[in-house]
T-cell receptor, first 110, second 119 residues
Framework: SQQGEEDPQALSIQEGENATMNCSYK?????LQWYRQNSGRGLVHLIL?????REKHSGRLRVTLDTSKKSSSLLITASRAADTASYFC??????????FGTGTRLTVIP | GAVVSQHPSWVICKSGTSVKIECRSL??????MFWYRQFPKQSLMLMAT?????????EQGVEKDKFLINHASLTLSTLTVTSAHPEDSSFYIC???????????????FGDGTRLSIL
C-alpha cells in the first residue's frame, strides 16, 4: 500500500526556474528516496537521504527531510526542459520495502 | 551504475494466455528483487518481494497463483501472469537491490518496465 503523498500533483514552470516538490509519509522510516520516471519508462534513482540526515545535495538537486513532520522536499534548481518527468518519493521502512508516493508531474517549458 | 534489464518491454496477447516477464541484474548480484504494478498516471504498487532461493512474499490483495514469481539465481527473477485477462493489462516494473550489510539503505535499481496489453 502507498505510504506517501506528494504535493503538488502537477507542476509547470519555465526553464531556468526552480521546482519544489513535497512529500509526506505515514510511517517510521530508515530513509527517504526520490526517483524520477520518464513517461512509459522505469524509475531512475536520484537521491537517498537517511533518517538521521536533514539535508542532502546532488548537483542541481537538494533534498530535505523532517522526520518530526514526516515530510521531505525535493528542490531542482535552474530547471531544464529535460527535467520534465514524474518525480516520486519513496519511504524506505526496513530491510526490504519501499512505499512510493503519488508522484508529481513536472513540466518544464522551454 | 547498476543496470537492470527487463524483458519484454511490450506484450500484446489474447485473453487466457500466460505471459512471462524477466528481470535481470546485469552487473551486480541482487538478493532481493521487487515487482511493481503501475496504472496510468498513478504511483507504483508493490506486488511482491522476491528473494533468491526462497518463496516470494506477496502484498495483500495480490494473488500468488495468478502472479507467479521465481527468483532462481542472484541475477534473474521472473514474473508470470497466468491466464491473463484484460483487467491484468498494466505496466509492470521490476527492481533489484544489492545484498549485504546495510542493504536497507541502498537504492533500488529499476528495469524499464513491461507494458502488458491483454485483448
Amino acid at each position: 500500500s502507498q505510504q506517501g503523498e506528494e504535493d503538488p500533483q502537477a507542476l509547470s514552470i519555465q526553464e531556468g526556474e526552480n521546482a519544489t516538490m513535497n512529500c509526506s509519509y505515514k510511517t517510521s522510516i530508515n530513509n527517504l528516496q526520490w526517483y524520477r520516471q520518464n513517461s512509459g519508462r522505469g524509475l531512475v534513482h536520484l537521491i537517498l537521504i537517511r533518517s538521521n540526515e536533514r539535508e542532502k545535495h546532488s548537483g542541481r538537486l537538494r533534498v530535505t527531510l523532517d522526520t518530526s513532520k514526516k515530510s521531505s522536499s525535493l528542490l531542482i534548481t535552474a530547471s531544464r526542459a529535460a527535467d520534465t518527468a514524474s518525480y516520486f518519493c519513496a519511504a524506505g521502512t526496513g530491510a526490504n520495502n519501499l512505499f512510493f508516493g503519488t508522484g508529481t508531474r513536472l513540466t518544464v517549458i522551454p | 551504475g547498476a543496470v537492470v534489464s527487463q524483458h519484454p518491454s511490450w506484450v500484446i496477447c489474447k485473453s487466457g494466455t500466460s505471459v512471462k516477464i524477466e528481470c535481470r541484474s546485469l552487473d551486480f548480484q541482487a538478493t532481493t528483487m521487487f515487482w511493481y504494478r503501475q496504472f496510468p498516471k498513478q504511483s507504483l504498487m508493490l506486488m511482491a518481494t522476491s528473494n533468491e532461493g526462497s518463496k516470494a512474499t506477496y502484498e495483500q490483495g495480490v494473488e500468488k497463483d495468478k502472479f507467479l514469481i521465481n527468483h532462481a539465481s542472484l541475477t534473474l527473477s521472473t514474473l508470470t501472469v497466468t491466464s491473463a485477462h484484460p483487467e491484468d493489462s498494466s505496466f509492470y516494473i521490476c527492481s533489484a537491490r544489492g545484498s549485504g550489510t546495510g542493504s536497507g539503505n541502498q537504492p533500488q535499481h529499476f528495469g524499464d518496465g513491461t507494458r502488458l496489453s491483454i485483448l
